[in-house]
């Protein structure tokens, strides 16, 4: 039976690769005679270079106050709420902007990792797939990384899968398919190590049972810890007080 990797076998991807529409306003005198909600936009990219979310989504608001259908002042408001880890929010404002201008592919792919990193895999492919079907419109970065997040989405359905039932599963050739053609269009990628370890557990499942049941288990956990919900103060000093108590205190050095 094989092992996992634990370091190769982990593929770390950022939450939203912050990339703004190309179609802003260049130059002083174009801004000049730009309409208001464009103006506030290009304020509010000013404002997310530096790291300020809060105030370019404050400019933001501001800006589709006053054009709705502005479709940069959606985007980048997507990528701001992101940031803030409103996810939820920042899934129907990139769902604006497809709405909009229907072949914008970097808005499908960021709905498409935000859905990736929160684990909602069946969500997450469909975007995907269609920021694949226009890539000819997707930034450099996103390129192959849309492969990846479209590879590993179909890895983890296809073990949840194997795991309930291997002989239901199906096949997981879709899933390896996006994980070669990341590799092809990423030739150097650092993590090739563990793209061509998941081919290969997707190839020959049996072989790593154990590192399977494990991952179930984590998962499982994950889940429990979900349901749970954060951790109260009150819980948490209730925690630590009863530790404290189990711990034998130190005697103390007399002083000189």
Not at 38 to 47: C, I, P, Y
Not at 177 to 184: D, E, G, I, M, P
Request: hydrophobic content about 35%; proline content about 5%.
């Amino acid at each position: 039976m094989r092992r996992i990797r634990r370091r190769e076998g982990k593929v770390k991807l950022g939450l939203v690769i912050f990339i703004v529409l190309a179609a802003l306003v260049a130059g002083r005198f174009i801004y000049r005679y730009a309409d208001k909600a464009t103006r506030l936009n290009d304020q509010a990219v000013e404002q997310m270079t530096k790291g300020n979310f809060d105030s370019a989504l404050e400019l933001l608001d501001q800006a589709l106050e006053d054009n709705p259908n502005h479709v940069q002042a959606n985007y980048h408001q997507g990528i701001c709420l992101a940031e803030k880890r409103r996810f939820d929010e920042a899934i129907a404002a990139f769902d604006k902007v497809t709405m909009l201008e229907p072949k914008e592919a970097n808005a499908y792919f960021n709905k498409g990792k935000i859905l990736w990193n929160e684990q909602r895999w069946e969500e997450a492919v469909p975007a995907l797939d269609k920021a694949i079907e226009h890539a000819t419109n997707l930034e450099e970065p996103n390129r192959a990384s849309v492969w990846l997040l479209k590879a590993e989405s179909l890895y983890e359905l296809y073990l949840d899968k194997f795991h309930e039932n291997p002989e239901e599963a199906g096949s997981p050739s879709e899933a390896i398919a996006a994980f070669k053609t990341y590799l092809k269009e990423r030739p150097g990628a650092p993590d090739k190590t563990a793209v061509a370890q998941k081919i290969d557990i997707l190839n020959n499942p049996e072989n790593y049972q154990e590192e399977l049941d494990r991952r179930q288990k984590l998962k499982r956990e994950e889940i429990d810890d979900k349901r749970k919900g954060p951790i109260k103060l009150e819980e948490l000093k209730q925690q630590i007080e009863e530790e404290e108590q189990k711990e034998p205190k130190k005697p103390r050095k007399p002083a000189k």
